[in-house]
């Protein structure tokens, strides 16, 4: 068994390693076949030489951020430990300008290689589909891109889109009027505007139309003209929705399609509009489509786990 010796000259070894050595149990969980030992500034590492290199490779990474930024969590370890590279690294942490600045100065930007890709799409394409699992921030960036598009005057109005199909719900039975009932439904929308937008503008904008959250229904028969328009969930609509959807695009609008193909919640037998048009249109110049995975994954890291749990059940269906 071969042996690696690292020693944090300079930076903080209680830092680095985290509130009891929170950071290097999750390093441990990417390297299971290392015997992994943290004490005073040194980390030991036992085990394959093959491993061993990889291993001192990512601390090395990891060291490198922290002298730069001075500080470590666990969404920039677990950004390190899994990228492919240490360009997608620099590509996703240390790289990027900022899509805008939302509430509070809080700066919004692609967290990820794919949410880049995402960005750069959207900038060469009048209509791009986004598709991945819950927590890659499809939506998220998505609803920034929209905002930033109207303060710089691109898009006249901001419209964002669901189709009310309900994940083990019942509309009908929910109190109130139709606003009402589809609030809650919308409310992931919501929240990513509020992050950016300051509430008294966001009330104004509603008001005014200048931006409008919506069911799909409410799609039917416009024209979508000096828009930017996001159809969130697009894995629920079917053939004819889809498809009335796309054909609302009117000039100088941009169009978002987000969704998780895992994720239909459509009676059986009825096939996924969103599924049928990434067959149909993947030909088409000027659409682009982006994919997403778990690597992208911005949530809790439980969330990253909990996905490849039911992808490995799904596999074996």
Not at 181 to 188: A, E, F, I, R
Not at 233 to 260: C, P, V, W, Y
């Amino acid at each position: 068994m071969n042996e690696l010796i690292i020693e944090l000259s300079e930076i903080s070894p209680s830092d680095f390693f985290g509130h009891n050595n929170h950071h290097i149990e999750l390093i441990k969980r990417y390297f299971p076949k290392l015997k992994i030992v943290a004490r005073g500034n040194k980390i030991k590492a036992f085990g394959d030489e093959e491993v061993l290199e990889e291993f001192d490779k990512r601390i090395e990474m990891l060291c490198e951020h922290f002298m730069k930024y001075n500080k470590l969590d666990e969404n920039i370890i677990e950004r390190i430990l899994t990228s492919d590279s240490q360009k997608d690294y620099e590509t996703t942490v240390t790289s990027g300008e900022p899509i805008l600045h939302g509430v509070g100065g809080k700066i919004i930007k692609a967290q990820t290689v794919n949410q880049r890709k995402l960005v750069e799409s959207m900038a060469k394409n009048d209509m791009v589909f986004a598709i991945g699992p819950a927590g890659t921030g499809k939506t998220y960036t998505g609803v920034a891109l929209a905002v930033k598009a109207l303060k710089e005057k691109q898009v006249k109005r901001i419209i964002l889109t669901r189709p009310a199909v309900e994940a083990g719900e019942n509309l009908g039975f929910l109190p109130g009027d139709l606003k009402e009932k589809l609030d809650p439904y919308m409310q992931p929308l919501y929240d990513a505007l509020r992050d950016m937008i300051p509430h008294e503008k966001l009330e104004s904008y509603i008001e005014k139309g200048v931006i409008q959250i919506a069911p799909m229904a409410f799609m039917r028969g416009r024209t979508l003209d000096n828009a930017f328009v996001i159809l969130d969930e697009a894995q629920n609509t079917t053939h004819a929705q889809m498809k009335m959807f796309l054909t609302r695009m009117g000039r100088s609008a941009k169009f978002m399609i987000t969704g998780d193909p895992g994720q239909v919640d459509l009676p059986r037998r009825v096939i996924s509009g969103l599924k049928e048009a990434l067959l149909v249109l993947k030909p088409i110049k000027g659409v682009g489509i982006i994919y997403l995975d778990d690597k992208d994954v911005i949530r809790h890291r439980l969330v990253k786990d909990i996905i490849a749990a039911y992808k490995s059940i799904e596999n074996q269906e």
